[in-house]
């Protein structure tokens, strides 16, 4: 059984920092997508940010994170990383983490809280 666990999020003033975890288990596929969406209240959820491939240099990031946030993907450990910087209050969401295993199989995480607010 698939399972992914998150970790990190939580309260942010703006400015600040927060680095999201995602650990993928339970699957000997090899993993094709990995990244992270976010949910605001009253919005549809978004990419925020993703590495395609086996190689980090093949990501994606949303508009509005570039050049603030850092994604960073360890195939050995089967892990995802989110680096948050310079966080904005719009960036309040629920953020999920998202696999994706080669015979596109989909897999999210339960969602973790990010709130910047001061």
């Known amino acids: 059984q698939v399972r992914l666990r998150e970790s990190g999020g939580g309260l942010s003033q703006p400015g600040g920092s927060l680095t999201l975890s995602c650990a993928a288990s339970?699957?000997?596929?090899?993993?094709?997508?990995m990244g992270w969406y976010r949910q605001a209240p009253g919005k549809q959820r978004e990419l925020v940010a993703g590495?395609?491939?086996?190689?980090?240099?093949?990501?994606t990031y949303a508009d509005s994170v570039k050049g603030r946030f850092t994604i960073s993907r360890d195939d050995a450990k089967s892990t995802v990383d989110l680096q948050m910087n310079d966080l904005k209050p719009e960036d309040t969401a629920v953020y999920y983490c998202?696999?994706?295993?080669?015979?596109?199989?989909?897999?999210w995480g339960p969602g973790t809280q990010v709130t910047v607010s001061s």
């Open positions: 998202n696999v994706v295993f080669v015979g596109n199989n989909w897999y």
């Open positions: 339970g699957s000997r596929a090899s993993i094709f997508f």
């Open positions: 590495v395609r491939g086996m190689i980090n240099t093949n990501t």
